[in-house]
């Protein structure tokens, strides 16, 4: 098992910059990526970046590369996602979660924290 909580939400300003922190615990030896999500009211949830484990690979969706960052803090076991030059249609509930291989979906999800984007 993967245990994933997520913090740093909150309200922002357009234009300005958030840090959301993901800390995995649990059978980390075993997680393959880690990614962020993110779901608007009344919209499906939206894959954002992912990274590798071991931190050395990264992809994001074009709607936030460029303005978002997706690391990963091996000693803490800590996964950030660094958001700049915010919107408000940033506004949603931002998940992280894990992948154990290659193969299968994201399955592991963390309780998700809210970021409100004011214009």
């Known amino acids: 098992q993967v245990q994933l909580e997520e913090?740093?939400?909150?309200?922002?300003?357009?234009?300005?910059?958030l840090r959301l922190s993901c800390a995995v615990s649990g059978r980390t030896f075993s997680t393959y990526a880690m990614g962020w999500f993110r779901q608007a009211p009344g919209k499906e949830r939206d894959f954002l970046a992912a990274i590798s484990w071991q931190g050395n690979y990264t992809y994001y969706t074009d709607s936030v590369k460029g303005r978002f960052t997706i690391s990963k803090d091996n000693?803490?076991?800590t996964v950030?996602?660094?958001?700049?030059?915010?919107?408000?249609?940033d506004t949603a509930v931002y998940y992280c979660a894990a992948k154990l291989d290659a193969i299968t979906g994201f399955n592991y999800w963390g309780?998700?924290?809210?970021?409100?984007v004011s214009s």
Not at 80 to 89: A, G, S, W
């Open 75 to 77: 000693a803490k076991n």
């Open 80 to 89: 950030y996602l660094q958001m700049n030059r915010v919107k408000p249609e």
């Open 111 to 116: 309780q998700g924290t809210q970021v409100t």
């Open 7 to 17: 913090s740093g939400g909150g309200l922002v300003q357009a234009g300005g910059s």
